[in-house]
């Protein structure tokens, strides 16, 4: 078989893509948790999402 290598440039964009993606669907399943309390009666709460919209301007993570 003969293989052809991907020039490092051409790449860039597919993994700040990748990267991107990946940082969306976390912040999607932040967002759409709920309140739980598990075993033990151990609680772990809903993130409040103006505090987490705050925090991703903080750090330009949005431009809203």
Known sequence: RQRQMCIRDSMN???KATAQ????AIINALVSANTMI???????YKLPHDELKNILKKYNR???
Do not use: K, M, Q, Y
């Open 62 to 64: 949005i431009n809203e």
């Open 13 to 15: 964009p597919f993994l």
């Open 21 to 24: 993606a990946t940082e969306e």
């Open 38 to 44: 598990g075993i033990n009666n151990n609680t772990v």
